[in-house]
């Protein structure tokens, strides 16, 4: 029997051409309706409201409708990664998701005394993990490392760093620094400050002697290597603006320096003069912000992946 007739034989068989029907069919029924994906929204005019007001909290301003978009689509992603976790039941294998059911069985007082395996199962089966805000966030973190290691970022070259150090030269300026020392008198002790000033003068009173004419000041009477913006969170803007008016050197008495508070004698022990930052005080920011900025890409791209076998509703 040759080859050609055992495969005729073969092949005109009645139950093979069924199934190569079916495959056909199956085929093609898939193509013409395919299987439905997961749909994630529209969120409830409830958690809209809710953004808005998160928004309106940290900034004190309205959303613009752009604005508004941005965050709903936010919360759709944040939906997506949460029923992802669900799907490959990523929730039943978490630690963190163990100790929260069981918290939350326990503030509920529905422990009963039965084992802890008993009581978390029970709180799957009464699906709380589902309500639970920060079981949601614990898994959409766990999906966001997921999908970053499908293809995680290299580290920043030496390139990337100077590059990046060099674009951002005017951010990482050292701004002038002050080591100094005070005297405070309060609105309405003009009398005071005047003989301070007199007794000052006439014996060259050091800092540390010179206290006891002055006043208590909470904020202390020595600062050390502090930037004007350091100094106005100490004694308000008007004082810093009135000592960088001044042309002041290191070992000398300055004064009296308004600000919010009185006046001020101030000693000045030394100036750091403004200058630019080195590569090496600012590489470990540097490269923590381009690793930030990689690991945002990463994800970014996984997520436009991900989003692909999901329908969006707004």
């Not at 005729?8 to 495959?23: A, D, E, M, Q, T």
């Not at 039965?114 to 089966?125: L, M, N, R, S």
């Not at 202390?220 to 930037?227: I, M």
């Amino acid at each position: 029997m040759t080859l050609l007739s055992t495969s005729y034989r073969f092949f005109s068989k009645p139950w093979l051409h069924f199934v190569l029907l079916g495959i056909i069919l199956n085929d093609i029924s898939g193509r013409i309706f395919p299987t439905p994906v997961p749909i994630i929204g529209p969120l409830s005019t409830e958690r809209i409201s809710g953004l808005q007001r998160q928004w309106m909290d940290v900034t004190r301003t309205v959303p613009t409708p752009l604005q508004l978009k941005s965050m709903i689509r936010s919360e759709l992603d944040r939906d997506m990664m949460f029923h992802f976790a669900l799907s490959r039941e990523l929730h039943l294998h978490d630690p963190v998701v163990y100790q929260r059911l069981l918290r939350n069985m326990s503030f509920l007082d529905l422990l009963r005394g039965e084992p802890k395996e008993q009581v978390y199962k029970e709180a799957i089966d009464m699906r709380m993990h589902l309500g639970d805000e920060v079981i949601k966030r614990r898994m959409i973190q766990v999906v966001e490392q997921i999908l970053v290691a499908r293809n995680p970022p290299d580290r920043p070259s030496e390139k990337q760093i100077t590059e990046a150090f060099e674009s951002r030269k005017k951010e990482f300026q050292r701004p002038t620094k002050y080591t100094l020392q005070h005297l405070y008198f309060p609105q309405g002790k003009r009398t005071n400050l005047s003989s301070a000033m007199n007794v000052i003068r006439t014996k060259n009173l050091t800092p540390e002697e010179a206290r006891k004419f002055s006043f208590p000041f909470l904020p202390g009477y020595k600062f050390v290597r502090q930037s004007g913006e350091q100094l106005s969170r100490r004694f308000g803007y008007e004082f810093t603006k009135n000592l960088e008016a001044l042309d002041i050197s290191s070992n000398n008495w300055f004064g009296p320096i308004g600000s919010t508070y009185g006046q001020h004698l101030v000693w000045i022990d030394e100036i750091e003069l403004e200058r630019d930052a080195v590569l090496s005080e600012v590489r470990s920011e540097l490269v923590r912000d381009l690793e930030r900025d990689a690991y945002k890409g990463v994800l970014a791209a996984e997520l436009d992946k991900l989003r692909m076998k999901y329908e969006y509703r707004q």
